[in-house]
Structures are given as structure tokens and as C-alpha cells.
């Protein structure tokens, strides 16, 4: 078997009736007898006050909790509303249940346990949203999935996802915020700001190093301690700071021989030691794998039915007994729980079902996914479309239907899922059986085509299904542009086997391209995938999972109602050669092989850093991204010795609105040529305007992480800057000096 999921789906019963929110309240709060209730306390005062007044099974009962689906012999737990996870709460006490729930892209409802009623709004995905390069975007966004799920009195949200894409292949790269430590860190954080925001917890996930879905349990990251600091963990590291999440979700995978969720390096020394963490520490859904794991510094053992043992209930409990773990350890990981929900104000408010403005939270979906979109490729600005297509055929892609979206845990049910599924889809299209629940493809209903006949009044709009590249082929002939959407499946428990469209779209596109030379191909995936016939298309559009109004920002954006302003998160190979590995480790290793991933390779230059340093030209750099109108730079200043600082002007050359996105590189630094993205910033220039743009690098980025003296390490010496269109941009560059420097890790 390859994932829980499929355990989970192959014993699945018919889903339960939707039970009433339970709250764990327990009458009136008389505050002389519970004084942690004191709202006025800090989070710390309130848990000490707390954990005095428990019993050892009482804080026992915190550290383990069930998957809240009803499943095989499993039912759903007695007080849990229904989603991936519960911890009861504790009525004697007034501890509240945990009510969790999946994930970054929105509010899920798996197996429709809360009922076919219970909807949520569907966000582009976090790799569109990194592509957005605008953390306020990503606050937003993530309110919108904060207050879904108090509406819905889920109280920890499973969002947060900031692995590093580290393989255009990793099924799951469209959960996470590509392939930049700053840019994953910054976009991942204020997605969990925005969440905690409304009071909900979240967490940030999967800790760490789980870059490819592949054998996913058996996994093993090996990387060194500098590399690893420098890139995954570094991104994690600022999203924590960013986000203050009240929980972090440890991975499947091993990181250098030890599984994550009992990986005491990464658990104790590296996230609770040097980054002082204060939340705890959840494992994902079947991570765990013996005791080992408390002492190794998981907190609270999660989807206990998925592991062998519920090793955080009695195995625990006669473990301290016998005197083999300490109290200390109980009360430290009990208070961790109690800690994040006080910072949450869990203990102050009594949730209740609210009702939620879908139409509202719909607005922000949009617009997340218009600024997501990336104009690859422009030639003779055949785009915006113009008055002059007068016959215009839109081709594949179920177009007709709506956008595509990843598929896994993080499914989100939208407000009319039911149409927008295939019409095929009750033969399941994903996998077998109720599997077909996590692995179906899902169509977000927002047709392209309806949002682009209703902008294109005066064109006839046509459309094509793209089945057969012949046919598809003529009415291109017939037409004056023809645009062809193509799409990539991908989800989580595997990678896709390899960069290329499936299901045929690249005969379909050479097809077309073939019968008309103003053909624009608009691409819906989580990953880069190959273009093979880019040279013969005109543009190409990159519009990710875009989301419950993903269809409407596509129109908007080819008609030029939009601006395009997205920028690639992640770096666009020509094919799989480029890569640091070109084949997917142990793609033919049994379920149960352990398979070991030498990240040692790339180290920590991944994405961009490792093609600048094989010398390598990809098809499209990180941070590519073209506009309608034109922006230039101007007048670079950059202030070194302690910081790194930099002023430059930012003009709108062109004759139209449009968002700019600067982006500030490390090109060189004492040991040589690099290219680190230091800062970045988002801005809106009217035609003409110019605005002088201040950024301040992160320090971190610049320095190395010295492993032995455990420290970021800054050499003296002249540091090389430029402001550059993308990674691969030589662009406007000047030279500074910084003093040599030592930081905490
Ligand atoms: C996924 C997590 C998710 C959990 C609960 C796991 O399979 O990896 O991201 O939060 O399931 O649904």
C-alpha cells in the first residue's frame, strides 16, 4: 500500500451522518477554581496553572489523538465533528476538543464526513500563491481559509506547507511555495498569519526535507547540516518566524537514517533548541513509528489508528512508569498543546457554526489567481487578444468544465463540487475504488470558456474538445486564434513520472500550431512541465491550479482586462537532464524499499542555484514573468558593513497599468559568483510612474551556516548585488562591502 490514504479509502464505510458540533465547555467558568480561564495571563502563566492542576493521564490524553473519519472498524470519535483529526478536550478541566482539518488551499471535507452540504472555497494553489510574490496576498488568503474554519469550528487548520521544491516532478510541489528559502518562507508565513489571524491554529508542514511524494514512508533525505540550514530548513525557519505557527507537522520520510518524526536533530536541537519553538510538535497522519518518537521530540502522535501502536497512549504510560521517560517530558509536551491554544484563545471563546460568504471569499480567490498567472511567452504581443479575432476556437483542457486542481488531503470540497467533476469521474478517473476520493482529478468549477465568451461579445467563441488533434486541428484552421488549455494531474502519495503533458496534449498542441501560427496555449499544473513546441505557439500562459474562480482570472488576463504579474516560484528546466537527479530516486522500489535521496548533490543551491552553477540555461528562470507594458531599473544604491540594504527606481516604461515584481540577488561574494534572491518586492506602477523601491536583504541569505561552530557566517569582503528580471538576468548590478559577521542559528 502506498499511503495511509489508500488503507484508509479501501476500509472506508459509507460516510456518517453529520454530527452536531460538541464544544468542551463545561458550564459556567467559576475563575477562582480554574484561574488559568484569566484571559489577562499570558499564554505561559495560564499553562503552568494548568498542567498543576492535571492528572498524568490527563495530559496523556493530549499527546495522541484519532483521524476523525469513520473507516473499517474505526468510528468516528465520540465529540469530533468530522475531518483528519481530534484530541478531545477535557471537560472537567474546560479544555477544548482540537478539531483539525486539511489544509493551505482551503477547508476540506474528506469523504464528505461533514456531509455533501458542507463546502469551502477553493484557493489557487500555494505554488500559484507564491507566484503572486505578494505576502500580503498570502495573509489574505489565508484569513479566508482561517475563517472558513471557525465558521465550521475547526480549531487547527493543516496548512503551512513550505517543503522546498527541490524535483519538478514532486507531486505535491503545488501544496508547497516553491523553490527560494525567502520567497517559500515569506509566502508560507503570512499564509499562516493570516490564518492564526482569526483565531485558529495552524501548523506548518511537512518538517522536513519531504521534496519528493515517491515511496514517501520509506524515503531517506540525506543532506548535510550546512545544506540543509541554508535551504528547506531555512525556509521553515522563516515561516516560523513570519507565521508563529502553533504546531509543526513532522513528514514521513527519514532525514539521514532517522525518520523526521522522531528525529531528535531536527525535533529537539534544530526547531525547540536553537529556534526556541514553543508550539508542539504534531506527526503526520501514520509518521509515527515507535516511542523513540516522544523522546526524539514529537509532541502529540496523530491518525493514530494508521500506526502500528498507539505509542503515545499505554506504550507511554508504562514507559514512564518504568521510570524510562522522564514526567518533565509529559508536562513538556502536554504544555505545548495547552500553550498553542491559549496563544489561540481556544479557552476564551466558545465557537459556533457561522455562516460564511462564499461570494466574498471567492473575490479573494480570484484575485490571488490573477496575479498568480506567469506570461511565459509573448511573441509579437499576441496577447491581450485584440478586437481583430473575430473567430477565436478555445481547444482542451475541459475548458468547458472549469480548472484543474491537485489532488490529495488538501481536496478542497467547493461550493458546487458535484458539477465539477468529470462527467467521467463516476468511473473513477484517479485510482481504484474510494481511492478515487484522494486521487480524482477535480475540476474547480469556473469554465475558462463561459469567462471568455462572456468578455468576447464581439467574437464568435468556439470550442473543441481536443480529443481527437485532428479535429481540434481544423477548427484552428477555421479560426483566427486558437487557444489550447492543457493540463497536468498531480497530487500527493506520488510524483508524476516525468516532466511531459499526459493524455497526448503535446500532439494536440502541435497539432493546432501546425494549422495556426496564432496559437496561445494556456497551461493548468502543479509543476514546470516540458513545452516541448514552444518555439511553434505563440504565448504561453501559466495559470497553475487556479482555484474557484480560476477560469475568470485566465479570461481576465487574455483579454488583458489583467495585467499578467506572476513570476515563477520555481525554476523552468528544459527537461529532466537538467536536473541534479534526472531520474526519480527508486521509482521501481517496492512500497516498503527503503529508498535513500542524496540531497547532497545540489546541497543547497536548489532550483535556480543549482542550474547557475552547472552553468546551465533553463527554459525559464526563477522569477520570470512577462507584463503588458514594460519596466526598467534605474539608479541602484546599496548600503553594506552590518546590513544590506538597497535603493532603486522602478519605472513603468509601457502605456499601461501594471504590477512589478524587483527582485534583489546576491551575484557574487568573496568565494565567487552565486545567486541568492536577498529581497523582494511587489508594486503597482501607473504608465509613466516611476517609485523608488527600498529592500532590505536578509542577512541569512548571504552568509553560510557553519555546522561545526553552529553559526551564520558573513566574510569580510565586497559583495556583488543586482536587481534582475529573474535568477538568470545579469541585470542592474553594483558592488558593496559588508563586515565580516557571525549570526545565531
Ligand atoms: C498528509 C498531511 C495531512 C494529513 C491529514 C497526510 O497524508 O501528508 O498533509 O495534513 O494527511 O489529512
Redesign the pocket.
Known amino acids: 500500500m502506498k499511503?495511509?490514504?489508500l488503507a484508509a479509502v479501501l476500509l472506508a464505510g459509507v460516510a456518517a451522518s453529520v454530527p452536531s458540533p460538541t464544544l468542551a465547555e463545561d458550564g459556567p467558568i467559576a475563575r477562582g477554581s480554574r484561574p488559568w480561564m484569566n484571559p489577562r495571563l499570558g499564554p505561559d502563566d495560564r499553562t503552568r496553572l494548568l498542567l498543576s492542576q492535571m492528572t498524568f493521564d490527563e495530559k496523556v490524553a493530549l499527546l495522541h489523538g484519532a483521524m476523525a473519519m469513520p473507516f473499517g472498524p474505526f468510528k468516528l470519535p465520540a465529540g469530533a465533528i468530522g475531518s483528519?483529526?481530534f484530541i478531545p478536550g477535557n471537560a472537567r478541566l474546560g479544555i477544548p476538543a482540537l478539531q483539525e482539518s486539511?489544509?493551505s488551499l482551503g477547508v476540506t471535507n474528506?469523504l464528505m464526513v461533514r456531509g455533501p452540504g458542507d463546502m469551502s472555497t477553493a484557493l489557487p494553489s500555494s505554488l500559484a500563491l507564491a507566484a503572486t510574490f505578494d505576502p500580503a496576498i498570502a495573509y489574505e488568503g489565508g484569513r479566508v481559509v482561517g475563517t472558513e474554519a471557525r465558521a465550521k469550528t475547526i480549531n487547527v487548520q493543516?496548512a503551512g506547507g513550505v517543503d522546498l521544491a527541490r524535483d519538478p516532478r514532486n507531486g505535491r510541489n503545488f501544496e508547497y511555495a516553491g523553490e527560494d528559502p525567502l520567497l517559500a518562507g515569506v509566502i508560507a508565513g503570512d499564509s499562516i498569519r493570516g490564518i492564526q489571524s482569526t483565531g485558529v491554529i495552524s501548523t506548518a508542514?511537512?518538517y522536513a526535507l519531504n521534496d519528493q511524494e515517491h515511496n514517501r514512508n520509506t524515503v531517506d533525505s540525506v543532506i548535510g547540516e550546512a545544506a540543509a540550514r541554508e535551504s528547506d530548513l531555512l525556509a521553515f525557519q522563516i515561516a516560523i518566524e513570519r507565521g508563529q505557527p502553533g504546531s509543526i507537522?513532522c513528514s514521513?520520510n527519514l532525514v539521514n537514517g532517522v525518520y523526521a518524526c522522531q528525529n531528535d536533530w531536527l525535533l529537539n536541537r534544530v526547531l525547540k533548541g536553537d529556534w526556541g519553538y514553543k508550539g508542539f510538535v504534531m506527526s503526520?497522519?501514520g509518521a509515527v513509528h515507535s516511542l523513540d518518537a516522544f523522546m526524539g521530540g514529537l509532541d502529540q502522535q496523530s491518525?493514530e489508528q494508521l500506526d502500528a501502536k498507539v505509542w503515545f497512549d499505554a506504550p507511554l504510560k508504562e514507559a514512564v512508569k518504568a521510570g524510562k521517560i522522564p514526567t518533565a517530558r509529559v508536562d513538556d509536551a502536554a504544555g505545548r498543546v495547552l500553550r498553542a491554544m491559549f496563544a489561540a484563545g481556544l479557552f476564551d471563546r466558545t465557537d459556533k457554526p457561522a455562516r460564511i460568504d462564499y461570494d466574498a471569499h471567492a473575490d479573494v480567490a480570484q484575485h490571488e489567481a490573477e496575479d498568480a498567472i506567469v506570461l511565459l511567452q509573448n511573441r509579437n504581443n499576441i496577447l491581450p487578444l485584440t478586437a481583430s479575432a473575430k473567430r477565436i476556437v478555445v481547444i482542451g483542457g475541459h475548458a468547458d468544465a472549469g480548472v484543474a486542481s491537485g489532488s490529495g488531503?488538501s481536496q478542497v470540497t467547493t461550493p458546487y463540487r458535484k458539477e465539477a467533476i468529470l462527467p467521467v469521474a463516476s468511473v473513477p478517473i484517479g485510482g481504484e475504488g474510494m481511492m478515487a476520493a484522494f486521487s480524482n482529478v477535480v475540476f474547480h468549477p469556473s469554465p475558462p470558456l463561459t469567462a471568455l465568451r462572456s468578455r468576447l461579445k464581439g467574437a464568435q467563441v468556439s470550442f473543441d474538445t481536443g480529443f481527437y488533434p485532428e479535429t481540434a486541428a481544423a477548427a484552428a484552421h477555421n479560426a483566427d486564434v486558437a487557444i489550447v488549455f492543457v493540463y497536468q494531474p498531480s497530487g500527493?502519495g506520488d510524483d508524476v513520472p516525468s516532466m511531459d503533458l499526459p493524455m497526448g496534449q503535446d500532439a494536440l498542441v502541435e497539432a493546432v500550431a501546425a494549422a495556426n501560427p496564432n496559437t496561445i496555449v494556456v497551461v493548468e499544473s502543479g509543476n514546470p512541465v516540458a513545452l516541448p513546441w514552444a518555439d511553434k505557439v505563440g504565448a504561453i500562459v501559466e495559470a497553475w491550479y487556479g482555484g474557484a474562480r480560476g477560469g475568470e482570472a485566465i479570461a481576465r488576463v487574455l483579454t488583458g482586462e489583467v495585467n499578467p504579474s506572476g513570476r515563477l516560484p520555481i525554476t523552468w528546466p528544459m527537461s529532466e537532464s537538467q536536473l541534479p537527479r534526472p531520474a526519480i530516486p527508486g521509482w521501481t522500489a517496492g512500497p516498503s524499499d527503503r529508498v535513500p535521496v542524496d540531497y547532497n548533490v545540489e546541497g543547497s543551491d536548489v532550483g535556480y542555484r543549482w542550474y547557475a552553477r552547472k552553468g546551465e540555461t533553463p527554459r525559464y528562470w526563477f522569477g520570470h514573468g512577462l507584463s503588458y507594458t514594460n519596466f526598467t531599473y534605474g539608479n541602484l544604491v546599496v548600503r553594506g558593513g552590518k546590513v544590506l540594504e538597497a535603493e532603486v527606481t522602478a519605472t513603468n516604461s509601457g502605456d499601461r497599468a501594471g504590477k512589478d515584481v524587483v527582485q534583489l540577488y546576491l551575484t557574487g561574494r568573496p568565494g565567487g559568483a552565486v545567486r541568492r534572491l536577498v529581497a523582494f518586492q511587489k508594486l503597482s506602477l501607473a504608465p509613466g510612474e516611476s517609485r523608488r523601491v527600498k529592500l532590505a536583504g536578509d542577512l541569512r541569505l548571504v552568509a553560510d551556516f557553519d555546522a561545526a561552530r553552529k553559526r551564520w557566517v558573513i566574510p569580510a569582503g565586497t559583495y556583488r548585488i543586482a536587481v534582475a528580471r529573474d535568477a538568470g538576468s545579469a541585470g542592474l548590478a553594483t558592488t558593496t562591502t559588508l563586515q565580516a559577521a557571525t549570526m545565531k542559528p
Open positions: 499511503s495511509w490514504k483528519a483529526g486539511d489544509a474528506p493543516l508542514k511537512h507537522m514521513y503526520d497522519w491518525g488531503s500527493e
